[in-house]
């Protein structure tokens, strides 16, 4: 397993705003590598040009060994993209939007039928193929837009805030089809809003803010960067306050030194924790 | 521009046309109906109203427009419906934007995208010409007046894209084509000799791209001269037209 995505360097500007500062980063080939960051943290504006939708103001990207300066339609060749907002044509039904998205990515035409039906019925979307888009609720169109993201089976997946609108059932889906297309060898990179969507799915995590990585790792080195475990209590004038610690038993003694009306709380340290420490968030930090 | 293959481009463009094509075929009598109807108007007013007054009598009058409504047909059958288009897919839907993330050359994305204005150009353009043979049976119809109904009706396709990303909102569109479609059609040798017009004037509307398919198809039709100065001025914008389109594309200045 190599490298399947690397940025060096990468920088956006729009009228003197830096959007991205410095990123650097190295996907390897096969992990599910997720994004997360506070609003405005410069996610979507990164995501957008690993995929090759917006230049950036400097810095090298390489998607599957081809850089995007020289080789980008070949790049393309091997992404898949969900974006955020929905990108589909509004003019012809949800079967032509799949076709066509196979056609534009060169599938051959034996092929598609075949998995048009596979995905359309792992995706439940049978009773809407025939409907104009505008026919079909926000859910109904972030499934669309997946299974185009999927249809042409990309080596490497990005999904920017996949289940962004998506009820329960739905989520639970898509996180299943994300765990499948990792076991068959694809590449997710995914931005979420959603912690435990990150913690749940992610072999590795960079976390943003303000347009540079400020946390990366597996989500238990996240963790146990700040401390296996928190002590939640609340202090004097009343608010929760929450501190780490390496192990149960260092948590334990700091609760021993706290007054017996504190309500207080161990638990094991989240990634929201650890979220909420790297962007800056009010919060004390504590013995680790 | 060193990836324009044609075998190539050609697939590639009509995989980039495949979508319109679907809304074009499933619409196909509401979007020629549309695009019809302003030259039909123009050579029934023009023709039959204005002709009707003049000297040489209203059938040479409307020989001499059929040929300038047939140019007009190019422009306005395809630079709305394409800049519209394109604009519609940029902002509102952004599936500009999917189209930008295929593995689709720039090239094959400007002559996909503009497929379907010249196969809504030919059309309309087919279609007065039934009529005008009806109406007017001396014309002549030849393989070199489809060749230049094709170039012209691709140009102003060409233009309808470069307009189409260029524009950040509707109402820029709208302003373009107030400012410089809706003169052109009029003051383009349509329905008028240009010799006619004050010299200064006359020079003015020789720099307009639809003075020459207009020049070029009555030429064609009336059994006249060929222009081929004016044949050759219509294949510069095209080309113009299309190198602009592509480095918008590829540089995504848009």
Sequence with gaps: MGIIIKAEGLKKSFDGFEAVRCIDIEVEEGEVFGFLGPNGAGKTTSIRMLTTMVRPTSGNITINGFSLDKDMTEAKASIGVCQQHISLDKDITVRQNIKHHAILHKMPSK????????????????????????????GWKRKTSIVCSIMHKPKILFLD???????????????????????????????THYIEEAEDLCDRVAILNQGTVVALGSPKELRDSIG?????YSDDAGRKVMRQ???????????ATLGENTTMSLRRTTLEDVFLIVTGEEYSKGGA | MHD???????????????????????????????CLVGPLLYLIAFGYGIGSGMEKGVDDYIRFIIPG????????????????????????????????????RPSSVVLGKSLVGVLRGMCSCAIILMIGILISPGIKVTATLFLLMFVSSLTFSLLGILAGLIAKKHNSLTVFSSLVIVPMTFFCGTIFEISNVPAPLGYAIYTLPLTHPTESIRAVM????????????LCAYCVLFFILDYHLIKRRSF
């Design chain 1, 111 to 138: 092929e598609i039928a075949a998995r048009m039906d596979e995905l359309s019925e792992f995706m439940c979307l049978g009773p809407h193929m025939d409907k104009k888009i505008t026919e079909l609720s926000g």
């Design chain 1, 161 to 191: 805030e996949p289940t962004a609108g998506l009820d329960t059932k739905s989520r639970h889906m898509l996180w299943d089809l994300i765990r499948q297309l990792n076991r068959s060898g694809t590449t997710i990179f995914l931005t």
């Design chain 1, 245 to 255: 610690f390496p192990d149960r038993q260092s948590g334990k003694e700091f609760m």
């Design chain 2, 222 to 233: 009336l059994d006249l001269p060929m222009p081929w100065l004016s044949v050759l001025i």
């Design chain 1, 228 to 232: 296996g475990m928190t002590v939640e």
């Design chain 2, 69 to 104: 409504i047939i140019s007009m047909a190019t422009l306005s059958a395809t630079f709305s419906f394409i800049s519209s288009k394109i604009l519609i897919q940029k902002l509102f839907y952004a599936s500009f934007d999917e189209l930008m993330l295929c593995p689709i």
């Design chain 2, 4 to 34: 324009i293959r044609l075998p190539r481009v050609l697939d590639e463009a009509y995989r980039v046309a495949w979508g319109d094509l679907c809304y074009f075929r499933e619409n196909v009598a509401t979007i020629l109906l549309s």
